[in-house]
């Protein structure tokens, strides 16, 4: 995924591409495949162990330096470089890799239409299929494990080598060409050939409600997400409710989501971040409709860029959040190019909502719990809402 629009001075790439810091880097490498991690069954303890210091980036670049001195693969040394550091939410990605990442921030990625995460024992579950998708037509769906691609067993594996496979990397496959998955479903054992398809993240989609409220659905913070989230604002019936749908969100550019808090706020703080130490904060813009009855519908899925938007309007006092804990990805990841032309994203800070709850390893709770039912349970909120004012 490009992070170009990610904050208002985004830093440069030595080949000019922009260089920014994405809060959701599995979900930039996923959905450039149409494979969409979403979220790990992890613990909150083992979700909460601390980022590697931004000064290993020094360690990854010298690795790179070092197998390229060799002759050897740059990348696979920063890998490995990588995975000794402890940071988990790093990756190192291939010229190529990188460049679907930049195009599915962009809203458009070659894939299978999956979306995909990696449970807690190393096994590759599908969480999601794209409707009309090769993977929907094939039968695929949510539940369903995946369990090789191309012939090579996926379980264990890093996302990223998984992403990597799918997309048929090595082969420089492209729309068109075939990919060979091998899947679980219970008892039931089989392989399924997709043919990859070019697709777009519809990170957007909108609804109304019998009772009059309108359902804003947020999939990704994909580049023009937050200006559909303000269209979709502006379009509801006048005084109508609004329930804000971010179950499943896996995150994407910050900007976009604090663009996206600009529909609901009059400016003011949605949330501040470091890098490397020095403290920064992000504002939403003014002229926001605050009057409009609004409830925010959260789960286990909601990460990162998603979570720093709750958060804000959380504790502003702006929305009323149903559903169940968060993930709790709070960390900035920056990318910057290695030697040899493949690009790393490292941990380098961490990020706070308007009242300085940290969200990393925490995740935000909600103020009313809600599981199966939350979308009726948010119904009921926001009727109580429009009532009440």
């Known amino acids: 995924m490009s992070g170009r629009d990610l904050f208002c001075q985004p830093r440069r790439m030595r ?29 909150a303890t083992e979700a909460a162990r601390p980022a590697a210091p931004a000064g290993h980036h020094a360690d990854v670049v010298r690795a790179a330096e070092e197998a390229m001195a060799d002759g050897t693969s740059s990348m696979e040394a920063a890998r490995r470089a990588v995975s000794r550091s402890g940071d988990r939410w790093a990756a190192v990605y291939s010229p190529g890799e990188y460049e679907e990442f930049e195009q599915a921030l962009d809203g458009r990625y070659t894939g299978v239409g999956l979306w995909a995460r990696r449970e807690r024992d190393g096994r590759i579950e599908v969480t999601k299929v794209r409707a009309g998708s090769p993977a929907a037509e094939a039968g695929i769906r949510p539940g369903d494990r995946l369990t090789r691609v191309d012939g090579h067993r996926v379980d264990g594996r890093p996302v990223t080598e998984v992403v990597s496979l799918l997309r048929g990397e090595a082969t420089g496959a492209d729309a068109g060409t075939t990919v060979r998955l091998g899947l679980q479903r219970g008892t039931r054992v089989w392989t399924e050939t997709l043919r990859r398809a070019r697709l777009s993240t519809d990170s957007v989609t909108v609804r109304h409600l019998a009772g ?34 971010l179950r499943g969100n896996s995150g994407g550019l910050v900007t976009e989501a604090v663009t996206a808090a600009s529909a609901f706020l009059d400016g003011g703080l949605v949330a501040t971040y470091d890098i490397d130490g020095e403290q920064r904060a992000l504002h939403a813009d003014g002229g926001g409709d605050t009057a409009r009855p609004l409830v925010t519908v959260v789960d286990g899925g909601t990460m990162s860029a998603a979570e720093l938007l709750t958060g804000a309007l959380q504790d502003r006092g702006r929305a009323v959040v149903v559903g169940s804990r968060t993930f709790g990805k709070g960390s900035v990841q920056m990318p910057s190019r290695l030697p040899g032309g493949s690009v790393a994203e490292l941990t380098v800070g961490h990020y706070r909502t308007p009242s300085g709850r940290s969200v990393d390893g925490q995740g935000i709770t909600p103020d009313l719990e809600a599981d199966e039912g939350a979308l009726r349970q948010a119904e009921t909120v926001l009727s ?6």
């Not at 959701?24 to 992890?42: F, I, K, M, Q, Y």
């Not at 937050?226 to 109508?240: E, I, S």
């Not at 109580?384 to 004012?389: I, K, S, T």
């Open 15 to 43: 080949r000019g591409a922009a260089l920014t810091l994405v809060f959701a880097s599995v979900l930039g490498v996923g959905a450039a495949t149409g494979s969409l991690p979403g979220t790990d069954r992890e613990t």
């Open 212 to 245: 009059g409220a309108t359902v804003i659905k947020v999939a990704a913070f994909t580049k023009g997400t937050g200006d559909q989230v303000r269209g979709a604002v502006r379009r509801a019936p006048h005084g109508a409710g609004i329930v804000l749908d």
């Open 384 to 389: 109580g809402l429009g009532e009440a004012r």
